[in-house]
């Protein structure tokens, strides 16, 4: 079983920057594939980023290209999300994910996913 914890949310005015990060704990000797999600009130919750495990691949939504850079720890079990240039409809709760692969294979359906951390709120003010 693997444990993921976020942390680094909280309010922020709109063009600050946010560094959400993701702790997993458990059998993190199994390869994952790392994704960030993120749900708005009254909203889906919708992909944000992705990483694969090599760090080889990764995807952005396009309402966050540009703007967001997901990366991986040098020890390989944190996963974090920099958030630049925030804007209102950024905020949400941020959920970490991750899924047991080692491909390179982008991510980007919650479905495929299998293991997810409690969330943390991110709220940007205008």
């Known amino acids: 079983q693997v444990q993921l914890v976020e942390s680094g949310g909280g309010l922020v005015q709109a063009g600050g920057s946010l560094r959400l990060s993701c702790a997993a704990s458990?059998?993190?000797?199994?390869?994952?594939?790392s994704g960030w999600f993120r749900q708005a009130p009254g909203k889906e919750r919708e992909f944000v980023a992705f990483i694969s495990w090599s760090g080889g691949s990764t995807y952005y939504a396009d309402s966050v290209k540009g703007r967001f850079t997901i990366s991986r720890g040098n020890a390989m079990n944190t996963v974090y999300l920099q958030m630049n240039s925030l804007k209102p409809e950024d905020t949400a709760v941020y959920y970490c994910?991750?899924?047991?692969?080692?491909?390179?294979?982008?991510?980007?359906?919650?479905?495929?996913?299998?293991?997810w951390g409690q969330g943390t709120q991110v709220t940007v003010s205008s």
């Open positions: 994910a991750a899924v047991r692969s080692s491909s390179d294979y982008v991510r980007r359906s919650e479905l495929e996913y299998d293991y």
């Open positions: 458990g059998r993190t000797f199994s390869r994952f594939g």
